[in-house]
């Protein structure tokens, strides 16, 4: 399970500049993260893919929009995620009743083997906007769950994680949300400029030692997804 990628638009690459330093979000910033997955039955893939197209396409156009994208999971395949950028709650609200969202909902039902699973985010760690994502760059999206108690244990580690991966050689993003009403419920969003890169980077200091803090106090195995572009 090696290779997988952010979604969307090819374009040229924009180099990394530099460290771009993981910044939580103020209570002023009412930007809202909404991490979605999509469970659709293994002979269903296609067809589900065909149903996200449109929805990104048309949710990209919704105003405060700041970001949607649509991943493939590599395996099993017939799994999908959703990673939208919404500038306010309200924003979010709008693109939950528009009729593209209510449409997609509609067709995608029958496909389902699970609930649709939306989880509203905000920042924790996030860096400056990535580039436009380019054919062969590789997104990593990992789950670190862990008890409330260790709450505060864990997100020193994520920072020094989020400081540290922004420098490593073609790291294009390197992002950190939580959920709102799960607030030790975490997401991590990698984007590399290709495989290589990622895979280097799997095997630096920074991420031993995240992992060597993360493992004694989580109760779960290390819920790292490789996605591939559609």
Not at 29 to 43: E, G, K, Q, R
Not at 52 to 60: C, F, G, N, Q, V
Not at 114 to 132: H, K
Request: charged residues 20%; hydrophobic residues 45%.
């Amino acid at each position: 399970m090696r290779s997988f990628m952010y979604a969307v638009l090819a374009a040229s690459l924009v180099p990394v500049a530099g460290a771009r330093p993981a910044q939580a979000q103020s209570a002023s910033d009412p930007t809202v993260y909404m991490v979605t997955y999509i469970d659709v039955a293994p002979t269903a893939k296609d067809q589900a893919a065909a149903l996200l197209r449109p929805l990104a396409e048309a949710s990209r156009k919704q105003a405060g929009n700041l970001g949607f994208q649509i991943l493939q999971r590599t395996a099993p395949a017939h799994q999908f995620a959703i990673l939208a950028i919404w500038k306010d709650q309200q924003a979010l609200e709008s693109q939950t009743g528009a009729a593209h969202t209510k449409e997609f909902h509609d067709r995608v039902s029958a496909l389902l083997i699970a609930p649709v699973d939306d989880r509203l985010c905000i920042a924790t760690f996030v860096g400056t906007p990535p580039p436009v994502e380019a054919r062969g760059s590789v997104l990593v999206v990992t789950h670190v769950d862990v008890p409330g108690v260790h709450r505060d244990k864990i997100l020193p580690a994520l920072g020094t994680l989020a400081d540290h991966s922004r420098k490593d050689p073609g790291n294009l993003r390197f992002d950190v949300v939580h959920q709102k009403t799960r607030t030790n419920h975490f997401t991590v969003m990698e984007l590399w400029k290709d495989q290589k890169s990622n895979d280097d980077h799997e095997l630096t200091a920074h991420t031993r030692e995240f992992r060597n803090v993360l493992t004694p106090i989580t109760g779960a195995l290390y819920d790292q997804r490789w996605y591939a572009a559609m």
